[in-house]
């Protein structure tokens, strides 16, 4: 059964620095990878999806990577900001027949100005 | 622009009532599911739909029931609300299996 864990649960850090974000699942069979952004008392936005053939999506000063043997995701944030406050989900695919994502818990960043 | 909505946003139940929650996607979507977010739980999927009549039971589906007659829409029903159900609801679809979801809002219910 595929699991996916995000650690730290809570991670602060000051404004321009650069950070990265861990998920990590226990199967390498994963198929599709996403990360998701979640504010306090809203749903989740769509960051990057990764697909299984590929090693890493940009967008912006987002930077996400999927190295499936060993079984890691990670999330890179350029040169945070206050406004990047929030907390990171990653979910992945177990297999390219189903639809259904499997979550980690999420890691709540706070940058301080 | 297409979207995906939920309704209510904030809803106030009583034990034992039935309950409908709404979603409506404009994308044309063949996938649709119902997660429920709670503190120290994450995303626990409820209900799936890969198309319309095809519905499946996700890991916490006891006292929910869901049915998809148009590609737009997926209602999720509380049968008889009780006080565990207590949560927010997202709804989400995707246009094929493993592709980019796109959540919904959510709505915020309370069963007293």
């Known amino acids: 059964k595929q699991e996916v864990t995000q650690i730290p649960a809570a991670l602060s850090v000051p404004e321009g620095e650069n950070l990265v974000l861990n998920c990590s699942f226990t199967d390498s069979a994963i198929y599709n990878l996403q990360w998701f952004r979640q504010d306090p008392g809203k749903g989740l936005t769509s960051l990057l999806l990764i697909q299984s053939s590929q090693r890493e999506q940009t967008s912006g000063r987002l930077n996400a990577s999927l190295d499936k043997s060993s079984g890691r995701s990670t999330l890179y944030i350029a040169a945070s900001q206050p406004g990047d406050s929030a907390t990171y989900l990653c979910?992945?695919?177990?297999?390219?027949?189903?639809?259904?994502?499997?979550f980690g818990q999420g890691t709540t960043l706070q940058v301080k100005p | 622009d297409a979207e995906i909505t939920q309704s209510p946003r904030h809803k106030i139940t009583e034990t034992g009532r039935q309950v409908t929650l709404a979603c409506h996607q404009t994308?044309?979507?063949?996938?649709m599911f119902w997660y429920r977010q709670d503190l120290g739980h994450g995303l626990r999927l409820i209900h799936y739909s890969y198309g319309v009549q095809d519905t499946n039971k996700g890991e916490v589906s006891d006292g929910y029931s869901v049915s998809r007659s148009n590609t737009e829409d997926l209602p999720l029903t509380l049968e008889s609300a009780a006080s565990s159900q207590t949560s927010v609801y997202f709804c989400a679809s995707s246009h094929y299996r493993g592709d980019e979801q796109f959540f919904g809002p959510g709505t915020r219910l309370t069963v007293l």
């Open positions: 994308w044309n979507h063949n996938n």
């Open positions: 979910a992945g695919y177990g297999s390219s027949n189903t639809g259904k994502l499997i």
